[in-house]
């Protein structure tokens, strides 16, 4: 079974920068897509930003400038870092791993928080 395992998160005044990691605990064959999902109090998982395995990305339009999403060093692998992050910000932050089949794997999430 693979484990997805999300790293970074924390409180940051508005403003501030954080960088999430995530991991997979092993090699995911045909993995197609990674990337980052956030939850707030009170709303849909939304999405954050991808990457494709070609280097494709993409993302939310209330993050674009603000955010960046990479394929780390390892092996199916992604960050996110984060800058100029506002309290609307705040969120559990999920890595996303998914598969050509449309299979996806799921980190139990690393909790987000702007303010001051």
């Known amino acids: 079974q693979v484990q997805l395992v999300e790293s970074g998160g924390g409180l940051v005044q508005p403003g501030g920068s954080l960088r999430l990691s995530c991991a997979a605990s092993?090699?995911?064959?045909?993995?197609?897509?990674m990337g980052w999902y956030r939850q707030a109090p009170g709303k849909e998982r939304e999405l954050v930003a991808t990457?494709?395995?070609?280097?494709?990305?993409n993302y939310a339009d209330s993050v674009k400038g603000r955010f960046t999403i990479s394929r780390g060093n390892a092996k199916n692998a992604v960050d996110l870092q984060m800058n100029s992050l506002k309290p609307e910000d705040t969120a559990v932050y999920y890595c996303?791993?998914?598969?050509?089949?449309?299979?996806?794997?799921w980190g139990k999430g690393t909790l987000v928080t702007v303010s001051s």
């Open positions: 996303n791993a998914g598969l050509a089949s449309g299979m996806n794997y």
């Open positions: 092993r090699v995911i064959f045909s993995l197609s897509t």
């Open positions: 990457i494709t395995s070609s280097g494709s990305s």
